[in-house]
């Protein structure tokens, strides 16, 4: 399935049922689940390591590259959905009010086209 075709209650379920089959649940604490996903974040640097930005922006031309980054951001995922499962967070609910704190954090005449707002100073 597709990003088009699968809603997040879908993969929600997939790794649900992935770990109810393993009888993984009582593995899977709020503080498991983050380390792992942590570890799984740092795994996907790792594809990073040492390259460019300019070099990290064409890992979409390599498809050995990509798949080995797209293994990385699935677990990830999994991981993050794992811990929404075991915490019973709404994924889409959270995200939605985390963008608005981010819109209003983050002012879009403030921080288009860089990462920081302008020096008050002018400098």
């Known amino acids: 399935m597709t990003d088009q075709e699968m809603t997040v209650a879908g993969l929600r379920a997939q790794v649900a049922e992935f770990v109810s089959a393993r009888e993984w649940e009582p593995f899977h604490s709020p503080k498991n689940l983050s380390m792992a996903l942590s570890i799984e974040a740092a795994e996907l640097m790792e594809d990073f390591q040492w390259i ?9 031309a390599d498809p050995a590259k990509l798949a080995a980054v797209g293994e990385e951001l699935a677990d990830v995922l999994c991981y993050a959905l794992a811990l929404a499962n075991a915490l019973e967070i709404d994924v889409a609910t959270t995200l939605a009010a985390k963008m608005k704190k981010n819109v ?3 002012p879009v005449e403030e921080y288009r086209g860089r990462y920081g707002p302008e020096d008050p100073a002018g400098a």
Request: charged share 25%; aromatic share 8%; net charge negative.
């Open 52 to 60: 460019s930005m300019e070099e990290s922006s064409q890992t979409s």
């Open 104 to 106: 209003i954090k983050y």
